[in-house]
């Protein structure tokens, strides 16, 4: 007998008890797995509403896309970058950066990637600050929570992590 509580999670997921979707880091695309049986495969499983569960992962990915500005400081766990071998920003100073880069964002006149290639200390500054596909647990934990917060072409406020601090711009 289910409890209401795993109905309310089969309802949300579409996925039948105790089904949950997954992310395989190897495979670089979800996956189903049995939390009783431990049993995990590529299709969803027999009974799964098809329509449900589409539209938990629209809203719940498992993975997103993301561009991000990093600018790096003397207290971030590797003070280099391809911009200078020794950084000497105090993370005060780092915000303030980060700040006046927000505001030229705000004001339309600058796409995030331009301002990317001009000031992120990231090696994706090459890509406009383009990391690419990532799932949960591939990040560092404040990055991937600021980054799975955000929808669609929306940038966060700073986010301050060992690498640094960032702004992010989730684009897909």
């Not at 329509?51 to 990093?70: F, M, Q, S, T």
């Not at 991937?144 to 917060?149: M, T």
Request: aromatic share 8%; glycine share 6%.
């Amino acid at each position: 007998m289910s409890s209401p509580e795993s109905k309310e999670e089969e309802w949300k997921t579409g996925l039948p008890t105790p089904w949950t979707v997954r992310y395989s880091k190897s495979k670089k695309r979800e996956y189903f797995f049995n939390t009783e049986s431990k049993q995990s495969q590529w299709e969803s499983p027999e009974g799964t509403n098809e329509e449900e569960l589409k539209n938990y992962l629209r809203v719940n990915p498992v993975r997103i896309r993301c561009l991000h500005i990093l600018i790096k400081h003397k207290d971030s766990r590797r003070p280099a970058s391809h911009r200078s071998q020794n950084i000497t920003l105090s993370k005060e100073d780092a915000i303030k950066e980060l700040e006046t880069i927000k505001l030229r964002l705000d004001d339309n006149k600058n796409t995030f990637e331009s301002l990317a290639k001009e000031r992120s200390d990231c090696s994706s500054y090459k890509r406009g600050g383009d990391l690419g596909w990532f799932g949960k647990g591939e990040m560092q934990p404040s990055f991937e929570k600021a980054a799975f917060a955000l929808k669609v072409n929306q940038v966060s406020d700073i986010v301050e992590s060992d690498s640094g601090v960032h702004l992010i711009k989730r684009v897909g």
